[in-house]
Antibody, heavy 123, light 107 residues
């Protein structure tokens, strides 16, 4: 059974930093691209970032570029999101989501999602 | 960035109704479109990928169609468990984008 479990969400002050983690199981982790997607309370879905199966390629939404860094440790089946210079508008539930198999030539869609971890940026 | 619009933003329907949701892309995306269902307090669930390919385990009352810029999600006979918010997503280019969602209410 595919499982994605996020952790690390807390209350942090504006300007602060946070590192989110996503632990994966039930599939060959290093065969797949993995994404972060966020959702502010009562709002829609916003794609945040992607990392390729080998970690060599990363992409970011303009809203987080230069502040967030995605990384992965395939030996530990884990995904990370380092979040710096946090703003109140970064407050959201952050999901990790499994993307397509490497070599598929596609950037999506996302066939499995975790349950999310809540990040609150507030003074 | 490719913008996605959805219509309607919300709708009220009864069990057994046929429901159609549309998604329009600001530029052509071929068939690189997915539909997700999200229930309150839950993660989104992939229903359809490549505009019309039903995910394994998704009831056949769900169907998708379209290509280029115009797409539809149809629920042929609405069931009680289908009351949820539905999002389209394009995955042809970065940044990946989602539509704003369509909330399906009980009439």
């Amino acid at each position: 059974e595919v499982q994605l479990v996020e952790s690390g969400g807390v209350v942090v002050q504006p300007g602060g930093s946070l590192r989110l983690s996503c632990s994966a199981s039930g599939f060959t982790f290093d065969d797949y691209t993995i994404h972060w997607v966020r959702q502010a309370s009562g709002k829609g879905l916003e794609w945040v970032s992607l990392i390729s199966w080998d970690g060599d390629s990363t992409y970011y939404a303009d809203s987080v570029k230069g502040r967030f860094t995605i990384s992965r440790d395939n030996s530990k089946n884990s995904l990370f999101l380092q979040m710096n210079s946090l703003r109140t508008e970064d407050t959201a539930l952050y999901y990790c989501a499994k993307g397509p198999l490497y070599g598929s030539g596609s950037y999506g869609p996302f066939d499995y999602w975790g349950q999310g971890t809540l990040v609150t940026v507030s003074s | 960035a490719i913008q996605l619009t959805q219509s309607p933003s919300s709708l009220s329907a009864s069990v057994g109704d046929r429901v159609t949701i549309t998604c329009r892309a600001s530029q052509g995306i071929s068939s690189a479109l997915a539909w997700y269902q999200q229930k309150p307090g839950k993660a989104p669930k992939l229903l359809i990928q490549d505009a019309s390919r039903l995910e394994s385990g998704v009831p056949s009352r769900f169907s998708g169609s379209g290509s280029g810029t115009d797409f539809t999600l149809t629920i042929s006979s609405l069931q009680p468990e289908d009351f949820a918010t539905y999002y389209c997503q394009q995955f042809t280019s970065y940044p990946l984008t989602f539509g704003p969602g369509t909330k399906v209410h009980i009439k």
